[in-house]
């Protein structure tokens, strides 16, 4: 329930059929309470009679999970009308957002998946190891396994050598045991922690494609494990934003020399349509008005007054959540960043596939 990025899909493809404001999305961090009331007030005049009952009865239901669950942060989407109902909670402080559409606004879940990306921490020393799954930046899974090593002082007896290596061989044994248990639940996004050389000896020993997955080492007491946590997200985060610069760099280039890449709302709208971007980039917190027909979907950017190519009604959405929505429909990697030169390009780019 709490991972962000296995919501993404049950969310993208739905809608209402009948092209009625039914979904309601809120995202709400819990404290301000006025500001649920404040949107709803305003959302109430301008809906529909139809589209003003679902909405009453939705937030009815919003209203009573909310109450049910203890404060924190939460992302709802429902649609009474629809039978949908849909809530995640998650460890970091969403943006308070109400608002009803005809499908849900996935934006803010999309740029938390994309910070928040699962990674796995395993923490480890000769004898004992731990393995947590996190996922949305909090923990989601964990699994303890531990060995009955020898310790360090020989018994009588058996030779200084003798003993070295069967201490060994009983190390080499537990580690092979906690790589079967790490291949089972991870490929990708592995911290290794841990005190010594014992980490090293591990990732040693891990198959290639998970050697490729490891992406940091954290030295650390395993018994003194305070602050471990945090410095894993804080590396987790870093990543993040290390993946983005790399796609920008690519991005850039392939600009330079007109290749593979599309940058402006209206031409990345056109090749996301397209299937035709394999990797887009957003700009952190920008919202852009656009519009969408109501009757062929034709999505645009700025203002018209009725579909251009069909001559129906249109409505006014944020053309940002649109391009959000349909990327991750056709599959492909959505990302947000902050930096300034997609500031200076954006607010949208994209790497293609194909052009
Ligand atoms: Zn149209």
Redesign the pocket.
């Known amino acids: 329930m709490k991972a962000c990025d296995e919501a993404l899909p049950g969310l993208i493809d739905v809608y209402d059929r009948d092209n009625l404001n039914t979904f309601v999305s809120l995202y709400f961090d819990g404290r301000d309470e006025h500001f649920i009331a404040h949107r709803e007030k305003v959302i109430q005049c301008l809906l529909t009679p139809d589209e003003l009952k679902n909405f009453v009865k939705t937030m009815e239901t919003i209203q009573a999970y909310l109450k049910k669950n203890k404060p924190g942060n939460y992302a709802i989407f429902a649609s009474d009308k629809n039978n949908f109902f849909k809530a995640l909670s998650f460890p970091v402080t969403v943006k308070n957002s109400l608002s009803v559409d005809v499908s849900p606004y996935i934006h803010q879940i999309a740029e938390l998946a994309d910070e928040w990306q699962a990674y796995t921490l395993v923490l480890l020393n000769s004898n004992h190891a731990k393995i947590f799954s996190f996922s949305c930046g909090e923990l989601s899974t964990q699994d303890a396994l531990s060995a009955d090593i020898m310790n360090k002082h020989k018994k009588g007896g058996m030779s200084q050598a003798r003993f070295q290596r069967l201490r060994k061989g009983s190390i080499h044994a537990f580690l092979t045991e906690v790589v079967e248990a790490l291949q089972k639940i991870a490929q990708e996004n592995i911290i290794l922690a841990g005190p010594g050389e014992t980490k090293k000896q591990f990732r040693g020993m891990l198959p290639i494609q998970l050697q490729k997955g490891v992406i940091a080492e954290v030295d650390v007491s395993i018994d003194d494990t305070c602050g471990l946590v945090d410095e894993t997200k804080e590396i987790i985060r870093e990543k993040s934003k290390e993946r983005h610069r790399q796609l920008l760099d690519i991005i850039k280039s392939e600009i330079l020399k007109n290749g593979l890449a599309v940058y402006g709302v209206k031409e990345t709208l056109a090749a996301v349509r397209n299937g035709q971007v394999e990797a887009l980039l957003v700009e952190k917190d920008v919202k852009q008005k656009g519009w969408v ?6 999505l645009g950017t700025g203002i018209v007054s009725q ?1 251009p ?4 009604n ?1 409505s006014e959405v944020d053309i940002i959540e649109e391009l959000v929505k349909l990327a991750e429909r056709t599959g492909a990697i959505v990302g947000f960043s902050q930096d300034e030169l997609l500031q200076k390009i954006g607010p949208v780019v994209g790497l293609l596939r194909f052009k």
Do not use: D, M, R
Not at 309 to 312: D, F, I
């Open positions: 027909c109501e009757s062929c979907h034709l579909c190519s069909c001559g129906k249109i």
